[in-house]
């Protein structure tokens, strides 16, 4: 059945001698289709943001791009900078402003046919860490026609269990929120397709590296005011880089074994 899906994955406590710490795991299962060729969805997804729906999102920066496999894959880092309202309670705990950095790593395979993004957030991780993997594939029953979407998340939300009620109420702030978002993503992301189609209809004869690389191009020139503080952003990441491919590696491991 398509449509969202959480559950309850796992909790468990654990103590040391000063302390003890819980963990809840959630796990999201999104799936739905677009009623549109795999190649013009993976081309247009380089111009999913800025959307008229997805305001969260304020800038995008592209960190790394290059081509692998004789051209065949096409590899892209980038920092996406979301801003949006945060309960008061949660800003007086943690810190800080309501904007917070997700790391992507995406990979458009041509020779499978297969577009492939891995992100985690960058921001409050002592408390919440979330995990997403989105991949978009040609549908198995209309792979000229039509494209599917498949989504999985997992939340985590931990702490000291002095700190347990709160952040419970944090977990369960984020949960809505990510349904919320996905929501506003599958509708922003129609509304792009749509112009996209519209726009490129007649020029998806040329190779889909060469659509990435102009349509890339095309939003640094046509949403430069978003694209900002790289070098602050960097420092940023490089705080995190560790922690964020020993999850890229502990997913798609996880992956492997479940296939």
């Known amino acids: 059945m398509q449509g969202l ?12 001698q000063q302390t003890k710490h819980f963990q809840i795991m959630k796990l999201f299962q999104n799936t739905s289709d677009f009623e549109y060729p795999w190649d013009q969805v993976s081309a247009a997804n380089w111009n999913k943001y800025p959307n008229e729906v997805s305001t969260h999102v304020i800038a995008v920066d592209v960190l790394r791009r290059e081509l692998q496999d004789d051209g065949n894959r096409l590899v892209t880092e980038r920092l996406i900078t979301v801003r949006q309202g945060v309960p008061r309670w949660i800003m007086l705990m943690v810190g800080g402003d309501n904007t917070s950095y997700v790391r992507e790593v995406s990979t458009v395979n041509l020779l499978k046919k297969e577009l492939v993004l891995k992100s985690c957030n960058l921001t409050m991780r002592n408390i919440l860490t979330v995990f997403e993997t989105v991949r978009y594939s040609p549908h198995p029953d209309f792979p000229q026609e ?10 985590t939300a931990g702490g000291s269990l002095s700190f347990g009620r709160i952040c419970s109420k944090m977990e369960e702030w984020s949960v ?62 490089s705080d995190y880089y560790d922690l964020f491919m020993d999850a890229i590696r502990d997913e798609t491991h996880g992956h492997s074994s479940s296939s």
């Open 5 to 16: 899906k959480y559950y309850v994955l796992s909790y468990w406590s654990s103590q040391t």
């Open 146 to 155: 039509k494209t599917l979407f498949e989504q999985s998340a997992r939340i």
């Open 176 to 237: 809505d929120r990510f349904c919320e978002n996905a929501k506003k993503g599958k509708i922003g992301f129609e509304s792009v397709l749509k112009e996209f189609h519209e726009r490129y209809v007649n020029d998806l004869s040329s190779s889909i590296v060469s659509k990435v690389n102009e349509t890339v191009e095309d939003v640094k020139l046509t949403a430069g005011s978003l694209f900002k503080e790289t070098e602050k952003k960097c420092s940023i990441l």
